[in-house]
């Protein structure tokens, strides 16, 4: 009997084990939407009861399940360079919002398994009301003009850019991640030229055509990662769209982009986006377009406005 017992139990922490690896997996492959865990509970030995076995089980599953949406939670990449545990250690601020919505996470999902165990689904959602969004933004009422379309031509320093209105948390200058240059000579690394399908070659120079819902940023084969607050930028590294130029509450509410692998899913774009491609890829999270797609992207926006509404989709 006690053999079968051991058995059991082993079982179990196995079941446990690869519970946690998946949920470890789904972090590393987040993108927005529900950020969920699953909790495993056992009873301990010598219970009294049933009831009270079922009941510490339960606790059991709920504080499992709560560990790992925590650490879930705490390795979601805010920008290129910073994860909400980041943010968690530098401000004691959004360590309180953090913890008190992670305390508030909604159960959606629980049972008693016929072995004794019992399993606890705990979400928390990335963005919306109660979201971990709306604790890791601070509100931003008077956001920042658009960059003027010439300006992705002339020379930029590189600056830190503060992602969320909490400060730049020693992001540092990133390089931009281009292509290799497999060449012996010293010459910078080529960039990858924009395909014929860009957009920006049936604009006017100098005009906006108007009329587009949104823009579809093609980074397939650039390593793009989905980020909470990603920078778009010009060729010459001036970020042109970025969480300093939105309002804050529709940042929080939907998210500044969204993650597609293919046109097809790009319906945050809406029926009639701007089209473009990216070059380049900085700090892994943030597109670069060439200074035309960009100055292409700045004219239409300005006569669309559809940067300001998010309508915003990367292809990856």
Known sequence: MQTL???????????LLIGAQSTTEAAANWDGGNIRAEGLG???PNTVSYAQARALARRAAITDAYRQL???????????TTTVENMMVTNNTIRTHVSALIRGAQIVEEKSNRDGSYTVTLELPVYGAGSLASGIFTPNRTPDAWTAPDSVYTPYRPQNYDTTGNGTYDRGNRRTDRPKNTGKTTAPAPLVPAPSSSSAAAAPTGKAIGGYTGVIIDCRGLGLRPVMSPVIKAENGRPIYGYKNLDSDKVVANGMAAYARSESEATRAGKNPLRLRAIAVDGGANPVLSSEDARRLLLENGASGFLDATNVVFIR
């Open 5 to 15: 017992k051991s058995m059991v139990l082993a079982v179990l922490m196995l079941a």
């Open 42 to 44: 056992i009873a301990p």
């Open 70 to 80: 925590a650490e879930q939670i705490q390795g979601v990449s805010v920008d290129a």
